[in-house]
């Protein structure tokens, strides 16, 4: 029987809370190669290969079946493929990495507090001022589809690579899709989100790949991870 192949975040404090739950569950992580080592094992079920990975890439490879089962970010399932939450089972919310990905407005836009007010603005903008509103987020799938939701068409996506939150105050953007834990960093930059923005409450999963050839040997191994992770889960 091949190893059922769990992936988990590389780095960082993903990677330690990470380890915490399976340690409390008794099933210890380990890093034989040290950080740079993209292998590990799961101590207490032989039969569990661990990769680590960065987060958005263990949604991408979940989606595709490629491993078969990961600890990321729900909003990362979302947005990594039009299909990715078709594609996965939410066996198990972790109790950490809770963040919405929201709509975000510069407080000086009074007028503006439901996207029904966003879209009567990208409707004026391009007569007003000679372009389409921009929207700076990280998130280009999630918004065009939370956007076409709300019948907002004249828009433009400027993908962003540094801090999202900065755009407007720096005439890079009008508008944010970012997430977000407090609110308190879209706060200090002058933002606000909409009544109705926020497009999606995310936090860390273990995720089940739908697209992994499992075996009835393998499904055995994934019940048995499943249980030790959900009794720790329910605890917390």
Not at 37 to 46: F, H, P
Not at 112 to 136: E, I, K, N, P, Q
């Amino acid at each position: 029987m091949r190893d059922v192949i769990l992936a988990v975040p590389s780095k960082g404090r993903l990677e330690e809370l990470s380890r915490a739950v399976f340690a409390e569950a008794g099933l210890s992580i380990t890093r034989p190669g040290g950080a740079r080592s993209y292998a590990g094992a799961l101590e207490g079920i032989d039969e569990v290969s661990v990769r680590f990975m960065p987060a958005g890439e263990i949604a991408r490879e979940l989606v595709r079946g490629t491993v078969d089962l990961g600890i990321t970010g729900v909003d990362l399932i979302h947005e990594t493929a039009e299909n990715g939450p078709e594609s996965v089972v939410l066996a198990c919310d972790l109790g950490f990495g809770e963040a919405d990905v929201v709509v975000a407005i510069p407080d000086a836009w009074i007028d503006v507090t439901h996207m029904r007010d966003l879209s009567d603005v990208a409707s004026d903008f391009r007569a007003r001022h000679g372009r389409y509103l921009r929207v700076a987020t990280k998130y280009v799938n999630l918004t065009r589809r939370y956007f076409a939701e709300h019948g907002i068409a004249e828009y433009r996506i400027v993908e962003s690579v540094g801090a999202t939150e900065a755009a407007p105050a720096s005439g890079a953007a009008d508008l944010i899709v970012d997430i977000t834990s407090t609110g308190s960093t879209l706060k200090a930059n002058g933002l606000r989100i909409l009544v109705d923005g926020t497009i999606l409450k995310s936090s860390a999963h273990l995720i089940v790949s739908r697209g992994s050839q499992w075996s009835p040997a393998q499904r055995l191994v994934l019940s048995q991870l499943l249980d030790a992770i959900g009794v720790v889960a329910n605890e917390g």
